[in-house]
């Protein structure tokens, strides 16, 4: 089994920035790509940000030029910096991450519990 673990949301003010980090830990030969979602009340998850193990990163439209995923390969971990935050932005942000299993070798997506992001004055 695999887990992934989220840490950094919290409350910040229009303008603020936040750091989101997730840590995966648990039976893992490799990890492929790994990423941010998000959820807002009453809507549908979606991609934020993502990251393959070589670097190559993807961001939806509406966080381009203001948030930026990277990760550390050696620690397993995806970091997500949020800058320039807007009451939009508000919803709770899931880590994901496509792993190889080290006691099968097989594919398997994993999805961390979430952390709670809120942008309000």
Known sequence: QV???ESGGGLVQPGGSLRL???AS??????NAMGWYRQAPGKQRELVAAITSGGST???DSVKGRFTISRDNAKNTVYLQ???LKPEDTAV???NAD??????YYFRDYWGRGTQ???SS
């Open 3 to 5: 887990q992934l673990v």
């Open 21 to 23: 980090s997730c840590a």
């Open 26 to 31: 648990g039976s893992i030969f490799s990890i």
């Open 58 to 60: 993807n961001y939806a």
């Open 82 to 84: 949020m800058n320039s």
């Open 93 to 95: 942000y899931y880590c």
């Open 99 to 104: 792993v190889v299993e080290a006691r099968n």
């Open 117 to 119: 992001v809120t942008v």
